[in-house]
C-alpha cells in the first residue's frame, strides 16, 4: 500500500516489477491517496506526503501480532517476515502452549512455558541456537 | 470474492478507513492517540478495518481488510511505487 493511485501500480508492476517476479506482483497492491490508511496505522509522513516502511503481521482473527516501522531510505528483511509468520503461526496451532525463542525457525526447538521452565531456559536454549 | 471497480476516466477515490467514522476513540484516558487523536497501534489487539482501491491480477478491485479474516495478512506500506521494498 502507498499513496500511488492504481494505475500508477499498474504501470509499475507491468513496466518494472514484473520483470523481477515472473507474471508480476501475485497480492494486491493497494491505493492510499491521502494516507488516510497509514494515518490510523501511525506510519503516514504527513510532512513528506508518503507512507513510512511500515509492515503489520495480521492474524486469522484480525489482531495484529507484530509490526515493524523503517524510514525510507532502509529497506526491509522480507526473510524474517517470513520467519515471524511462521513463528505465529507455530505458536497459534500450539494454542498457546508453545513460544519460540530467540532466532527460532521451523523445526528448530521451542519452549513449553510453565512453572517448571522458570530460571530453566539457560539449560534448555543455548546463544549458539540463534544463528544454528 | 472482492468487487471490481468500474473505472472510466474518473479517477477513483482513495482508500476509506472505516475507523475514522468513528466519533470518538473509547478507552481509559491513558490510551495514547497519536497527534490526529488516532489512538496508538498496539499489538495484541484489533487491526483497523479499511477499504481501498487495488490493482490486482490485471483488474482494478476494492478491497476490505476485513474480507481476509481467517487468513494470515501481511499489510506492507512503502514510501512510493517505482521505488524498493
Known sequence: ?132 | MPEELKVGCARPVGASSDEEKKPVITGGPEEKKTEKGVPMIKVGQKAPDFTAPAYHNGKFINMKLSDHLGKWVVLCFYPGDFTFV
Open chain 1, 1 to 132: 500500500m502507498s499513496v500511488d493511485s492504481i494505475f500508477v501500480h499498474k504501470m509499475w508492476n507491468d513496466n518494472e516489477l514484473s520483470k523481477m517476479v515472473k507474471g508480476g506482483v501475485p497480492f494486491p497492491m493497494l491505493s492510499d491517496a491521502g494516507g488516510k490508511v497509514g494515518t490510523v496505522y501511525g506510519i503516514y509522513d504527513e510532512v513528506g506526503g508518503v507512507e513510512t516502511r511500515g509492515r503489520f503481521i495480521i492474524d486469522p482473527d484480525g489482531i495484529i501480532q507484530g509490526y515493524e516501522v523503517l524510514t525510507p531510505p532502509v529497506g526491509r528483511n522480507v526473510k524474517e517476515t517470513i520467519r515471524q509468520i511462521q513463528a505465529f503461526q507455530h505458536v497459534r496451532n500450539s494454542k498457546g502452549t508453545e513460544a519460540t525463542p530467540s532466532g527460532w525457525r521451523p523445526g528448530k526447538m521451542t519452549l513449553k512455558p510453565g512453572p517448571d521452565l522458570v530460571g530453566k531456559v539457560w539449560e534448555v536454549w543455548k546463544i549458539e541456537m540463534e544463528d544454528d
